[in-house]
């Protein structure tokens, strides 16, 4: 089993920054992915933005703006959010994918954290 952590959401002014992060820990053997993604109600979860062997993607809304980077040793990802805009007021959650030695992928979700951005 895995379990995730996440931290640094909160409430900021727009324009302004914040750092959310996450950690995993538990039975990991590879990690074949680390994301973000975030949900307001009503509609579905979307992605943010996403690393994978180094290489990150990004949806185009936060583009130039979030920046995903992950600590491979210590089985961390971090998103740093920038010049952040009231539509990006959302609970965002972190997403692992975990490989296992029998070859086999499993998706863990962070519990989530509120982002809220006043204008």
């Known amino acids: 089993q895995v379990q995730l952590v996440e931290s640094g959401g909160g409430l900021v002014q727009a324009g302004g920054s914040l750092r959310l992060s996450c950690a995993a820990s538990?039975?990991?053997?590879?990690?074949?992915?680390m994301g973000w993604y975030r949900q307001t109600p009503g509609d579905q979860r979307e992605l943010v933005a996403t690393i994978i062997g180094g290489r990150s993607d990004y949806a185009d809304a936060v583009k130039g703006r979030f920046t995903i980077s992950s600590d491979n040793a210590k089985n961390t990802v971090s998103l740093q959010m920038n010049n952040l805009k009231p539509e990006d007021t959302a609970v965002y959650y972190c997403?692992?994918?975990?490989?296992?030695?029998?070859?086999?992928?499993?998706?863990?979700w962070g519990q989530g954290t509120q982002v809220t951005v006043s204008s």
């Open positions: 997403k692992v994918v975990v490989g296992t030695r029998g070859g086999n992928q499993f998706q863990y």
């Open positions: 538990g039975s990991i053997f590879s990690i074949a992915l």
